[in-house]
């Protein structure tokens, strides 16, 4: 990952996929650098602020900084500080990660919508998880 600068700005979105069976949601939370487009951090969890808390508090301190844009989604509002928060939609304020988590989607089969392929454990959602951002950041040339 690349350091940030102070041109840096974060996209935050979650997204939805099952543990075990469809009854179980688990939300994938991430932040997406504007600049360089590679994922800065990720959260697994219920779509509380409490998980919300886990993903700002894995952000690198230097984009702690940076302008947040994120969607009207109500926790954000109590975790970001409101001088860098742009919340909104319309006009594009997050349509980098709203782009990215539909190229999560077409990549890993466990993350489509209506699918019968979900992952059998927490663990192993996360592994899958990380694997592919580990690679998705590896191809992504910072500039």
Not at 33 to 53: K, P
Not at 101 to 116: E, M, P, Q, Y
Request: positive net charge; aromatic residues 12%; contains cysteine.
């Amino acid at each position: 990952m690349a350091p940030a600068k102070s041109i840096d700005g974060l996209e935050l979105d979650e997204l939805c996929t099952y543990v075990g069976c469809k009854a179980q949601k688990v939300w994938l939370q991430l932040a997406l650098c504007r600049r360089t487009r590679q994922v800065v951090a990720y959260a697994l969890g219920c779509r509380s602020r409490r998980t919300a808390r886990r993903l700002w508090r894995r952000l690198p301190p230097q984009y702690r900084r940076a302008w947040c844009y994120t969607d009207l989604w109500e926790a954000y509002r109590g975790l970001i500080p409101w001088r860098q928060h742009l919340a909104g939609y319309g006009r594009g304020p997050t349509n980098h990660v709203e782009r990215f988590n539909a190229t999560r989607r077409a990549r890993i089969g466990r993350l489509v919508r209506k699918s019968l392929s979900f992952s059998r454990s927490w663990k192993l959602l996360d592994a899958v998880v990380k694997l592919f951002l580990h690679d998705y950041n590896a191809t992504r040339k910072p500039t």
